[in-house]
T-cell receptor, first 115, second 110 residues
Framework: NAGVTQTPKFRILKIGQSMTLQCTQDMNHNYMYWYRQDPGMGLKLIYYSVGAGITDKGEVPNGYNVSRSTTEDFPLRLELAAPSQTSVYFC??????????????FGPGTRLLVL | GDSVTQMEGPVTLSEEAFLTINCTYT??????LFWYVQYPGEGLQLLLKATKADDKGSNKGFEATYRKETTSFHLEKGSVQVSDSAVYFC?????????FGTGTRLQVFP
């Protein structure tokens, strides 16, 4: 199993450009998550998905969009990049049968710099 | 709302020293508690967890006990190594999400 994979590893964007951060998991997990980690800060949840076709906002969703057309993939879209979106982005996944949270498995992260 | 508070870092120790990283939480209900570790340049990985009061999670010489009376889940290790240098995150389960603390950087010197 590759686990959770993310591409690209690093990207520089100009203000106003758009891009998609890719995330794929091969563990047949139903839940997937996107977090951002700002320097010296903890993780903040951007969006999450409980299954294909279902997404919901997290703590900091503004400026981002997501979709979940398959169980495996959960791309994160930035439409109009702003310097405030400079961060490291982590995708995670797990399998939940009930409401109790279990271990999340994280990807290696995408470092994004917006200039 | 639910929250996690961790001691600020960095924590700087010599090899073989005793480690404690404090974590306290505020939650409704009975959350599960987690410690995740992030090594330089990598994503987070689970270090240990506890699912109910008085449970002790342990892994790689680290341990933490779920204390409901003090709403705490402090991370301890008896003898740290240089390879333990990383950022440690405390987290709790909140319905179908995790709430993370801000992280504590540990630096261990030979």
């Amino acid at each position: 199993n590759a686990g959770v994979t993310q591409t690209p590893k690093f990207r520089i964007l100009k203000i106003g450009q758009s891009m998609t951060l890719q995330c794929t998991q091969d563990m047949n997990h139903n839940y997937m998550y996107w977090y951002r980690q700002d320097p010296g800060m903890g993780l903040k949840l951007i969006y999450y998905s409980v299954g294909a076709g279902i997404t919901d906002k997290g703590e900091v969703p503004n400026g981002y969009n997501v979709s979940r057309s398959t169980t495996e993939d959960f791309p994160l879209r930035l439409e109009l990049a702003a310097p405030s979106q400079t961060s490291v982005y982590f995708c995670a996944s797990n399998f939940l049968a009930g409401k109790s949270q279990e271990t999340q498995y994280f990807g290696p992260g995408t470092r994004l710099l917006v200039l | 709302g639910d929250s996690v508070t961790q001691m600020e870092g960095p924590v700087t120790l010599s090899e073989e020293a005793f480690l404690t990283i404090n974590c306290t939480y505020t939650a409704t209900g009975y959350p599960s508690l987690f410690w995740y570790v992030q090594y330089p340049g990598e994503g987070l990985q689970l270090l240990l967890k506890a699912t109910k009061a008085d449970d002790k999670g342990s892994n790689k010489g680290f341990e933490a006990t779920y204390r409901k009376e003090t709403t705490s889940f402090h991370l301890e290790k008896g003898s740290v190594q240089v390879s333990d240098s990383a950022v440690y995150f405390c987290a709790l389960s909140s319905t179908d999400k995790l709430i993370f603390g801000t992280g504590t950087r540990l630096q261990v010197f030979p």
